[in-house]
């Protein structure tokens, strides 16, 4: 069996991997398949039922906002832009940390001292501030906040696939590959970048909450996603200014918005056990 | 009553039995052996005799000592035993220290903390065993941290911890595994002077050491006890196979059939080779200075030395890995570029090598099948899948593995099948010229030789060239044609085996073979230890650079550096080598 074959075995047997795994699936499902299930949708105005409570009535399961839109179909738009955002993201950021962390680690040398003098510039620009200005100074759009996220987090995936390929390059099996004289393209692809995969699956898993913070930060700033589109940090803005009258418009985004944190973190956290731990058994 | 009594002890993890029913007993005053190789389950008896086991592990049995139970005690009752009626030591003394405290420090807390002796009289006692234990200049030392310490004196140390309460029982877990066989000799001859003291319980695969120290051994295969009595009964009538076939498997220094020289042209030439690193803070440090060897067709050469004598770098040099300061490699007639990335197709497949962690040495994330082949889509893109596919069956045959293993991957291997499979890995390109580099010294025993009856029989077979290095000399004398000593980055000796096993002429080379234990208690002589450790390569002494620990030395020793030079075929860097030579 493979070494992600064992982890993926290790992975199914961890109790905690499985509970938080299966409520982001769960909650995935849910997002996708609910809105086709209400009669309502998220565009539609309610003039009606402005504020209106949680009831089984109408099918405003959650209630609506201050414009009368359902709050059931809305929260679950928010969580399928949500993750989508920091899925995107993170992908984003997988896969230029994890070419160029390689590529630097395993180079070495002068090349390896060019590209993190490189990484460690980008880190001391100010970027909250750099994205809200980008945000302000173009159109906002989706396309943007992935990249706005992405090109912070990839930053910390490069160090960290940086690191491991210094210690993989001294290991026997990439001298032998060296020696015998694989090329550098096929080292890379074959000797280094499967034997990061551990790493990498568990630190994504730990930068998607990152991302999703960004997201809902820069949302509630009223920066980010642009209504009538809208994200669980746009809903959590919104319910804000709602909280005393009607505290379920900012109760049941802001409550969706920590399990999901929770279980990402929860997720990556036994990940890395999953993937860390050196029993055999 | 026995001071330790173990009685059908049994230790599971999950459904794994790592200790099977196994039954002895250490009487007070008495050195008892435990031999085995690795996973007979020597080390997890001594966790449970200290009542040490992880929480995952069950046990049944019992472990009765001075007549208390040790199983069902707490960790409180057993207090009251560890370090002051029993104590371990560990096989890496790195390990085992606490790098915050000094070592005095250290030692005086178990004083205290049982009670035994306060203040100046805690320090005092410390020191006196300091003494003991044959660390110089004790009191200083005291206050040394173990980092500052090297591994023989941090041994040393560890010895000395575990006597400090003055306990009944020693148990020493491979304690000079990790240390050069010079230092090991001095600390089994340490070991042998505290047997007054205490009774010990020897853990160790190597027969040698059992052999010369232990009044009684125990032999345990997968769990299981498989033989105990007297030791020189054991070794002259090994009542059980896997007995037999661990002394079978021992290196002898002293017996068995050598190879004779061959003669041929040199396929692989090293030439005034110097290797030399900066370190930071120290300036130049030089591991390899002028040194030359070549290999010729169908010859191996064994490359001995202790840590720090270079050996490694002179190799990775040799490779292209790390840049030669001076001199050249020269293969099959032509001068290789300084690195690996220089060198030819041709060059890269003619010297292929095999490397000391076998597990290591293969991708974690590739099956057999690729690891093998990818030598293949490298050096022969033409060649189809199948043609690829048969190639490597044929290879692994060829080692000694079936089909099976293909689409295994390399943590599912024994440790002898991942060496295996290096070797197939570097042989399926037909190289001219195989470097070994400790190739078998992370194998037990019984594996051990069959991997270099391996070797021999593909050099037999194929005229293939090995260069062998290693820092057990009792391994290469089976399978050297030439070897080759080193001291402190420079050669010492290099002759053919017949003259060097039986006729030394460098001081160093004679102390090295006077180390190495003989697995055999009946052995004339025992070892005279050499004195001192390998200094530092930072800081090698001037002159001589083994003149600090040489039996033999003269005052031109500590002036002069002795050049290397011919003398009645025997390539040597000794000033007094003429006067030293042994008669016959």
Same mark, same amino acid.
């Given at each position: 069996m493979s070494a992600l074959g064992r982890a993926w075995r290790r992975a199914r047997q961890n109790r905690v991997v499985v509970i938080s795994g299966g409520l982001l699936a769960a909650l995935v499902v849910v997002a996708l398949v609910g809105p086709l299930l209400s009669?309502?949708?998220? +565009?539609q105005t309610d003039f009606e039922n402005i +504020?209106?409570?949680?009831?089984f009535a109408d099918f405003h399961l959650f209630g609506t906002d201050d414009l009368g839109r359902d709050l059931f179909v809305r929260t679950l738009l928010g969580v399928q832009v949500t993750i989508l955002v920091a899925l995107v993201a993170s992908a984003v950021s997988l896969v230029i940390g994890v070419l160029y962390g390689a590529i630097a680690g395993f180079a070495g040398g002068r090349v390896d001292a060019v590209m993190m003098r490189f990484v460690d510039t980008l880190y001391a620009l100010p970027f909250i501030f750099f994205v809200i200005l980008l945000m302000v100074a173009f159109e906002r759009n989706f396309f943007l906040i992935f990249v706005a996220i992405g090109a912070v987090n990839w930053l910390d995936m490069a160090r960290i696939v940086r690191g491991q390929t210094l210690s993989l390059r001294e290991r026997e099996f990439v001298q032998a590959a060296q020696l015998t004289g694989v090329s550098f393209s096929r080292i890379i692809l074959r000797h280094i970048a499967p034997n990061l995969v551990g790493v990498v699956i568990v630190y994504v898993t730990l930068t998607i909450p990152q991302a999703i913070l960004v997201e809902s930060f820069l949302s509630f700033l009223g920066l980010g996603i642009q209504e009538p589109q809208t994200s669980l940090g746009a809903l959590v803005d919104a319910g804000v200014n709602q909280m005393e009258g009607a505290s379920w418009v900012l109760l049941v985004p802001a409550s969706l918005l920590a399990l999901v944190l929770l279980s990402f973190n929860f997720l990556g956290d036994a990940l890395r056990d999953v993937f860390d731990s050196r029993q055999s058994r | 009553m026995s001071l330790l009594q173990v009685d059908k002890l049994n230790i599971k993890y999950g459904d794994d %039995?790592?200790? #099977?029913n196994l039954s002895f007993a250490v009487e007070a005053g008495e050195s008892v052996g435990l031999v085995g190789e690795s996973g007979s389950g020597k080390t997890q008896t001594a966790l449970a005799i200290l009542g040490l086991?992880?929480?995952g592990a069950k046990v049944a049995g019992a472990i009765r000592f001075a007549d208390n139970?040790?199983?069902?005690?707490?960790d409180k009752a057993l207090d009251e035993f560890r370090a002051v009626r029993m104590a371990m030591v560990f096989q890496d003394p790195l390990l085992a220290?606490?790098? &915050? &405290?000094s070592v005095g420090s250290q030692m005086r807390r178990i004083l205290i903390a049982h009670d035994i002796a306060t203040g100046e009289a805690a320090d005092g006692r410390v020191i006196d065993l300091l003494q003991r234990v044959g660390l110089p200049d004790a009191e200083r030392q &005291?206050?040394?941290?173990?980092?500052?310490?090297?591994g023989g004196m941090r041994q040393r140390v560890m010895i000395a911890s575990a006597l400090v309460a003055e306990p009944d029982l020693l148990i020493a877990d491979?304690?000079?595994? %990790?240390?050069d066989v010079t230092v090991q000799a001095q600390i089994l001859e340490l070991l042998e002077d505290i047997r007054d003291e205490t009774a010990l319980l020897l853990i160790t695969h190597d027969l040698g050491i059992v052999a010369g120290r232990c009044e009684r051994m125990l032999v345990l295969e997968k769990g299981e006890l498989v033989e105990s009595g007297r030791t020189a009964a054991v070794f002259s009538g090994p009542q059980h196979r896997h007995t037999q076939a661990l002394i079978a498997a021992a290196p002898r220094l002293d017996r068995g059939a050598m190879l004779a020289p061959v003669a041929g042209a040199d396929v692989f030439e090293i030439k005034d080779a110097a290797v030399s690193y900066e370190e #930071?803070?120290?300036?130049?440090?030089?591991?390899?200075?002028?040194l030359s060897v070549a290999v010729k067709e169908g010859e191996t050469v064994a490359i001995v030395g202790e840590s720090g004598s270079g050996k490694s770098s002179l190799v990775r040099a040799a490779l292209g890995l790390v840049p030669l300061r001076a001199g050249r490699v020269i293969f099959s007639g032509t001068v290789l570029g300084n690195t690996v990335q220089s060198r030819s197709a041709a060059v890269r497949r003619g010297l292929q090598l095999v490397f000391q962690d076998p597990v290591g040495s293969l991708?974690?994330?590739? #099956?057999v099948q690729a690891i093998i082949a990818e030598q293949l889509l490298v050096h022969?893109?033409?060649?189809?899948r199948e043609d690829r596919l048969a190639q490597v069956t044929e290879m692994l045959d060829k080692v000694?593995?079936?089909?099976?293993?293909?689409? #295994?991957?390399?943590?599912?291997?024994?440790g002898g099948q991942a060496q295996r499979v290096a070797i197939a890995r570097a042989l399926i390109l037909r190289p001219k010229v195989l470097v070994c580099d400790?190739?078998?010294?992370?194998?037990?025993g019984s594996v051990r030789k069959q991997i270099l009856e391996l070797l021999l029989q593909v050099q037999r077979n194929s005229g293939l060239s090995i260069l062998f290095i290693t820092h057990d000399l009792a391994v290469v004398r089976s399978i050297s044609h030439r070897v080759l000593v080193m001291y402190l980055g420079r050669l010492v000796e290099l002759a053919t085996s017949e003259t060097l096993f039986s006729r030394a002429m460098h001081p160093y080379t004679r102390a090295l073979l006077k180390a190495v234990p003989v697995?055999?208690?009946?052995?004339?002589?025992?070892y005279a230890s050499l004195a001192g450790e390998v200094p530092s390569i930072l800081t090698p002494p001037p002159g001589c650079a083994f003149h600090p620990r040489?039996?033999?030395?003269?005052?031109i020793c500590t002036t002069t550096r002795p050049s290397t030079r011919d003398v009645e075929g025997v390539t040597v860097a000794c000033h007094r080598a003429e006067e030293l030579l042994p008669a016959g």
């Amino acid at each position: 069996m493979s070494a992600l074959g064992r982890a993926w075995r290790r992975a199914r047997q961890n109790r905690v991997v499985v509970i938080s795994g299966g409520l982001l699936a769960a909650l995935v499902v849910v997002a996708l398949v609910g809105p086709l299930l209400s009669p309502h949708s998220y +565009l539609q105005t309610d003039f009606e039922n402005i +504020l209106a409570a949680p009831s089984f009535a109408d099918f405003h399961l959650f209630g609506t906002d201050d414009l009368g839109r359902d709050l059931f179909v809305r929260t679950l738009l928010g969580v399928q832009v949500t993750i989508l955002v920091a899925l995107v993201a993170s992908a984003v950021s997988l896969v230029i940390g994890v070419l160029y962390g390689a590529i630097a680690g395993f180079a070495g040398g002068r090349v390896d001292a060019v590209m993190m003098r490189f990484v460690d510039t980008l880190y001391a620009l100010p970027f909250i501030f750099f994205v809200i200005l980008l945000m302000v100074a173009f159109e906002r759009n989706f396309f943007l906040i992935f990249v706005a996220i992405g090109a912070v987090n990839w930053l910390d995936m490069a160090r960290i696939v940086r690191g491991q390929t210094l210690s993989l390059r001294e290991r026997e099996f990439v001298q032998a590959a060296q020696l015998t004289g694989v090329s550098f393209s096929r080292i890379i692809l074959r000797h280094i970048a499967p034997n990061l995969v551990g790493v990498v699956i568990v630190y994504v898993t730990l930068t998607i909450p990152q991302a999703i913070l960004v997201e809902s930060f820069l949302s509630f700033l009223g920066l980010g996603i642009q209504e009538p589109q809208t994200s669980l940090g746009a809903l959590v803005d919104a319910g804000v200014n709602q909280m005393e009258g009607a505290s379920w418009v900012l109760l049941v985004p802001a409550s969706l918005l920590a399990l999901v944190l929770l279980s990402f973190n929860f997720l990556g956290d036994a990940l890395r056990d999953v993937f860390d731990s050196r029993q055999s058994r | 009553m026995s001071l330790l009594q173990v009685d059908k002890l049994n230790i599971k993890y999950g459904d794994d %039995a790592v200790v #099977r029913n196994l039954s002895f007993a250490v009487e007070a005053g008495e050195s008892v052996g435990l031999v085995g190789e690795s996973g007979s389950g020597k080390t997890q008896t001594a966790l449970a005799i200290l009542g040490l086991l992880p929480g995952g592990a069950k046990v049944a049995g019992a472990i009765r000592f001075a007549d208390n139970d040790i199983l069902g005690a707490g960790d409180k009752a057993l207090d009251e035993f560890r370090a002051v009626r029993m104590a371990m030591v560990f096989q890496d003394p790195l390990l085992a220290l606490n790098p &915050f &405290f000094s070592v005095g420090s250290q030692m005086r807390r178990i004083l205290i903390a049982h009670d035994i002796a306060t203040g100046e009289a805690a320090d005092g006692r410390v020191i006196d065993l300091l003494q003991r234990v044959g660390l110089p200049d004790a009191e200083r030392q &005291f206050h040394a941290y173990p980092h500052q310490l090297s591994g023989g004196m941090r041994q040393r140390v560890m010895i000395a911890s575990a006597l400090v309460a003055e306990p009944d029982l020693l148990i020493a877990d491979e304690p000079t595994t %990790a240390l050069d066989v010079t230092v090991q000799a001095q600390i089994l001859e340490l070991l042998e002077d505290i047997r007054d003291e205490t009774a010990l319980l020897l853990i160790t695969h190597d027969l040698g050491i059992v052999a010369g120290r232990c009044e009684r051994m125990l032999v345990l295969e997968k769990g299981e006890l498989v033989e105990s009595g007297r030791t020189a009964a054991v070794f002259s009538g090994p009542q059980h196979r896997h007995t037999q076939a661990l002394i079978a498997a021992a290196p002898r220094l002293d017996r068995g059939a050598m190879l004779a020289p061959v003669a041929g042209a040199d396929v692989f030439e090293i030439k005034d080779a110097a290797v030399s690193y900066e370190e #930071r803070g120290y300036g130049q440090l030089n591991a390899v200075q002028q040194l030359s060897v070549a290999v010729k067709e169908g010859e191996t050469v064994a490359i001995v030395g202790e840590s720090g004598s270079g050996k490694s770098s002179l190799v990775r040099a040799a490779l292209g890995l790390v840049p030669l300061r001076a001199g050249r490699v020269i293969f099959s007639g032509t001068v290789l570029g300084n690195t690996v990335q220089s060198r030819s197709a041709a060059v890269r497949r003619g010297l292929q090598l095999v490397f000391q962690d076998p597990v290591g040495s293969l991708n974690p994330q590739m #099956r057999v099948q690729a690891i093998i082949a990818e030598q293949l889509l490298v050096h022969e893109p033409d060649l189809s899948r199948e043609d690829r596919l048969a190639q490597v069956t044929e290879m692994l045959d060829k080692v000694g593995l079936d089909e099976t293993i293909l689409t #295994r991957y390399p943590h599912e291997l024994s440790g002898g099948q991942a060496q295996r499979v290096a070797i197939a890995r570097a042989l399926i390109l037909r190289p001219k010229v195989l470097v070994c580099d400790e190739a078998v010294a992370a194998l037990d025993g019984s594996v051990r030789k069959q991997i270099l009856e391996l070797l021999l029989q593909v050099q037999r077979n194929s005229g293939l060239s090995i260069l062998f290095i290693t820092h057990d000399l009792a391994v290469v004398r089976s399978i050297s044609h030439r070897v080759l000593v080193m001291y402190l980055g420079r050669l010492v000796e290099l002759a053919t085996s017949e003259t060097l096993f039986s006729r030394a002429m460098h001081p160093y080379t004679r102390a090295l073979l006077k180390a190495v234990p003989v697995p055999d208690p009946t052995a004339a002589g025992g070892y005279a230890s050499l004195a001192g450790e390998v200094p530092s390569i930072l800081t090698p002494p001037p002159g001589c650079a083994f003149h600090p620990r040489c039996a033999q030395v003269k005052n031109i020793c500590t002036t002069t550096r002795p050049s290397t030079r011919d003398v009645e075929g025997v390539t040597v860097a000794c000033h007094r080598a003429e006067e030293l030579l042994p008669a016959g």
